[in-house]
């Protein structure tokens, strides 16, 4: 069974950092692109990260580029999503998404930036 589980998020004040993760299981993580998206409500999924299934290529959406940075590690399973000098336009659903000839998704971790 296919699982993607994120975890990390939570309430932050402006300006703070999280670090979120996803653990990956029932299907061979280290052959899938792994992306980081986020959702607010009434509004379309945003890619916010990708990185290859090696590591070696990553890119980020303008918004964040700086400030966030994403990883992975292919012995655990688990792509990770750390995140820095927050914003309250960065408060979104973040969904995790495993990309190779088929497309899985979490089930998204709440992230609130706010005073």
């Known amino acids: 069974q296919v699982q993607l589980v994120e975890s990390g998020g939570g309430l932050v004040q402006p300006g703070g950092s999280l670090r979120l993760s996803c653990a990956a299981s029932?299907?061979?993580?280290?052959?899938?692109?792994m992306r980081w998206y986020r959702q607010i409500p009434g509004k379309e999924r945003e890619l916010v990260a990708g990185?290859?299934?090696?590591?070696?290529?990553?890119s980020y959406a303008a918004s964040v580029k700086g400030r966030f940075t994403i990883s992975r590690d292919n012995s655990k399973n688990t792509v990770y999503l750390q995140m820095n000098s927050l914003k309250p336009e960065d408060t979104a659903v973040y969904y995790c998404?495993?990309?190779?000839?088929?497309?899985?998704w979490g089930q998204g971790t709440q992230v609130t930036v706010s005073s």
């Open positions: 998404n495993a990309v190779q000839w088929t497309n899985y």
């Open positions: 029932g299907f061979t993580f280290s052959n899938y692109v």
């Open positions: 990185i290859t299934s090696a590591g070696d290529s990553i």
